[in-house]
DNA sequence: ACAAAATAATGACCTTCGGTCAGTTGGTGA
DNA sequence: TCACCAACTGACCGAAGGTCATTATTTTGT
């Protein structure tokens, strides 16, 4: 009688289906000027059946930015369980990567940047939420025990704050690029991955032993 | 015969009284929860009459985010005109001034936060968008002075490159600073404060002489 | 095998809100 | 006094997020 099990299993098919749907449209249309009816549409189902699997349209918004930080968390992870690096060449790759996904997946990069936006509109409660959170505190755990073995290989220096450092490069992801992209046309001639391996340069200068 | 001019002045007028109104709206109600009619009503206006001054609600915002960006240029311009302080001393200020002002103005920081959300929306053509992007450069012109200034009196190593580092420093107010809020209750139990100021004493070990 | 119960899905409908525009008002200048 | 014009009004429109009574489908009990 595993006729539970296989409903819930279809329930998270769907529920899957529909993000993909999601995606699409958002990804080609833009969140704001995109409909629950293009979504609908686009999963072959109607819209009430959305609202089924998610409270509202900043939830499905939620829920593809999950995907994106899955995405990077799979990547930093990779990284830290590489053995052929000492830590402060982690950390070098580590802008690499940065840049490798905004260029990758820009679609997802420019998702992670609209979180306050849907956040906001978010319930508290919900798993979206909870595992989006989750997601966030694993890429800061795992860049920050990245600092922790390069303190360990005595390479980068013993008193520098792994937490808060993890903190300030994660920022500098989601604050650095779109700035840089704002102003890119508007006022210099450098582009984001510039400035953001510039500024990866002088960190690990400071932190370097 | 200074009729037009006064009903230019007075056109002006209204133009600020509206952005007055609709920053006590969208400042207690939110962007996303407040409606023209509630800023119609708080300016004492038809709703039809904000259209006679603004094409949309997002550009009515962008009109505040204005504000926030002219409030950081004047800030940062009285620390460029300061003669008692060296130049790497003007940038560990700063850091300081960040803080300080998303302490003082945290409604036009935010605002300042959702620049993507509204610029996306808003024509590209238009004074508002217009002067809105020549604060932003002239904020970064302003910090790269600052850093240029450290250079001439040698308290910044010469071959650091002020444009790029002015903006990594911008980009840093407004990433770290919410991806930090962001976590905040969530992860770990340090404040945006102790990130920038961290991030900012960090930087100044790479760049002081 | 069949009906009752539970679950999934539908789509017409509701409400709200950004934006428009034909019409009104009131000051201006001749 | 009156024609004119800019400022302003507010009823109206269309679009879109979200709801819910109804229908369809699947499962369960006998």
Known sequence: MGVIERKER???LRSESIIDAAERIFFSKGFEHATMN???EEAELSKGALYLYFHSKNELCMAILQRSLHILREIFELLLNNKNLTGIKKISK???LFIAFSKEHPKYYTSLLS???HRENCPVTGKII???IK???NINKI???IIKMGQADNTIKKDIDADKLSLALWGNFTGIMPSSILSEKATLNFNPEDIIKYHFELLIN???T
């Open 143 to 145: 860049i920050s025990d």
């Open 130 to 132: 909870k595992n989006t």
């Open 10 to 12: 279809e329930k998270e």
């Open 38 to 40: 293009d979504v609908a």
């Open 206 to 208: 400071a932190i370097k």
């Open 115 to 117: 979180y306050r936006e």
């Open 94 to 96: 580590l802008s690499k």
């Open 135 to 137: 997601e966030n505190k």
